[in-house]
Nanobody, 129 residues
Framework: VQLQASGGGLVQAGDSLRLACVAS????????MGWFRRAPGKAREFVGR?????????????YYADSVKGRFTISRDDAKNTMFLQINSLKPDDTAVYYC??????????????????WGRGTQVTVSS
């Protein structure tokens, strides 16, 4: 499975962005998918994840890091093999490279990097104050 993230850019604080992650070489519905980010000088961190159709009845279930709850929304369109990350009320602290990842559904929790098998290259989001 290959993942390609897009949609990043230079925005002002308070703006919104929608990132997309397109999966190819596999059927996205079989995968839990997640977003991570790496801010300058920091380790990569979990942002959120969305369940695939792993047979546990939780397809579409989302989970977010506390730091982004209420501003970030993950969705998916499996007909297009695409996952989205809607980011509202952007803050300078959101400046980071955003990565998408996929792991065969169901992942145990889906908040740890090691749970994911496939990673995209990332898309840069820069928020100016």
């Amino acid at each position: 499975v290959q993942l390609q993230a897009s949609g990043g850019g230079l925005v002002q604080a308070g703006d919104s962005l929608r990132l997309a992650c397109v999966a190819s070489g596999g059927t996205s519905t079989n995968y839990d998918m997640g977003w991570f980010r790496r801010a300058p000088g920091k380790a990569r961190e979990f942002v959120g994840r969305i369940r695939g159709s792993g047979g546990n009845g939780n397809a579409g279930n989302t989970y977010y890091a506390d730091s982004v709850k209420g501003r970030f929304t993950i969705s998916r369109d499996d007909a297009k093999n695409t996952m989205f990350l809607q980011i509202n009320s952007l803050k300078p602290d959101d400046t980071a490279v955003y990565y998408c990842a996929a792991g065969r559904s169901p992942l145990r929790i889906g908040i740890r990097e090691y749970e994911y098998d496939y990673w995209g290259r990332g898309t840069q989001v820069t928020v100016s104050s």
